[in-house]
């Protein structure tokens, strides 16, 4: 029989709160930039189309900012229930950010009501277009200020912990620690790529129904420019993230790369299994690559796995969550470039139905990459929940019932999931754009 343990129990209740809500967090900071490009373009092109598309979406975005709303209390709730020790020791540093995401989602809900509620109603539109600056300000500072929260985790810096007691508390410090900017630039980053590839996937999704409407058309044209540029600078940053892991989290990225034995020129290795004697099979190795995402050198030494105690490793699987990733993201990054470089140079079709399939595929494996990349993130620096400081086991919670509290949560994020649905569904088939494309005389 199963032995009750709450540390597992917290871990897997946590995990689902967080895999849940990244969905709609990512969402929530990159969409409003999407619509406010979408209502820039349209009133600087006197474009009705566009700021159709803003208007639409706005209505969509509505909905799955009050799924984020209730996920993200849960995940605050989760935090002072499950991880009480945590807490205890950490709390004084990360209240900074986690008060200010707090004042950055409000600030955003403010102008967001306003912003739906004032459409057409003033007569120079630009003033519509400036209520809504304001969300995107703060949709992106909401992400950036719960991303430094785990940069903490990663990398804890203006504290001091002696026995377990925090002194010296910096809260600056602990909030602009060494891991918050390649952290912070890759959240945002790619938030906006995936919320671009959603949107495109709705657009493509569109064309290959044969509903040939410019409208849709220039949808995809708007969201794919947004996913190249995005896709490029997501690539750059994750660079940057290879060599921050490499100075200050090695064991991170060998346990990634499967890199057990300190060495130079060490390749990159993609895919494949280990066998019980922790020998890779079957795996693609590109030669030099690590060193080169490590240090940027070719014959850089990149420290292996041998030189960590044992009980300090992060388990291997995440290599399969880093792949997955970045598998993803070339992935999207070909596809946006590839419908950018067709778009302009008009060699081919950007509308055939194989780059179309490509981009509405992209869609749901945004989604999949930001799940991957934030279990690569979480599971990678396990076994701390505060590196260096205090291991997951010990900033659990010792009470019982943790695993019905698992199962509650779970209904609510069925019901959630459904009503989300089901809400989406019948705010667009109820009023789908054709009809409101004819009601506008834009046929």
Not at 114 to 120: F, G, P, S
Not at 251 to 277: M, Q
């Amino acid at each position: 029989m199963f032995e009750y343990d709450p540390v597992i129990y917290s871990r897997i209740l946590t995990g689902l709160t967080l895999g849940y809500h990244v969905i709609f967090a990512t969402i929530g900071v990159g969409i409003p930039l999407l619509i406010a490009l979408a209502e820039w373009i349209g009133i600087k092109r006197n474009d009705e189309h566009y700021r159709l598309l803003a208007r639409r979406w706005a209505r969509g975005f509505v909905i799955t900012v009050a799924i984020g709303v209730v996920t993200g209390t849960a995940i605050g709730l989760q935090l002072s229930l499950l991880w009480p020790n945590f807490m205890q020791v950490a709390g004084h540093a990360i209240s900074l950010p986690m008060f200010m995401e707090t004042f950055a989602f409000f600030f955003e809900a403010i102008f967001l009501g306003i912003y739906l509620y004032t459409w057409d109603r003033f007569k120079n539109k630009m003033y519509h277009f400036y209520l809504l600056i304001p969300v995107v300000i703060g949709a992106s500072m909401s992400g950036f200020f719960i991303t430094t929260v785990n940069a903490f985790m990663n990398a804890p810096t203006g504290v001091e912990i002696q026995n377990g007691v925090v002194t010296n508390i910096n809260p600056l410090a602990a909030m602009f620690n060494p891991a918050t900017p390649t952290k912070v630039a890759h959240v945002l980053s790619s938030a906006y790529l995936t919320s671009a590839f959603v949107l495109a996937a709705i657009a493509a999704f569109a064309l290959l129904k044969g509903k040939d409407h410019v409208y849709h058309k220039k949808a995809l044209h708007l969201t794919m420019t947004v996913a190249a540029v995005f896709a490029v600078a997501t690539a750059l940053i994750g660079d940057f993230s290879g060599k921050y892991l490499a100075e200050y989290q090695p064991e991170k990225l060998a346990a990634a790369e499967w890199h057990f034995e300190t060495s130079t020129e060490a390749p990159l290795i993609l895919g494949g299994v280990l066998d019980e004697d922790q020998n890779i099979r079957y795996a693609l190795e590109i030669p030099y690559a690590l060193s080169i995402l490590a240090h940027g050198s070719p014959g850089a030494e990149v420290i292996g796995l041998e030189e960590f105690p044992q009980d300090e490793l992060p388990p291997l699987i995440v290599h399969y969550f880093f792949d997955a990733m970045v598998g993803i993201g070339m992935f999207l990054a070909l596809v946006s470039v590839a419908y950018v470089f067709i778009q302009r140079t008009k060699r081919w079709n950007e509308h055939n139905r194989l780059l179309l399939w490509a981009i509405f595929i992209g869609g749901p494996l945004s989604i999949i990459a930001i799940e991957m990349g934030w279990f690569f993130a979480e599971l990678g620096r396990q076994p701390w929940i505060l590196v260096g400081y205090m291991t997951t086991a010990e900033g659990a919670t010792t009470s019982a019932h943790v695993d019905l509290m698992l199962y509650l949560f779970i209904g609510l994020y069925l019901i959630l999931t459904i009503t989300c649905i089901t809400v989406l569904r019948k705010l667009f088939s109820s009023n789908p754009v054709e009809r409101e494309l004819k009601d506008r005389g834009m046929e």
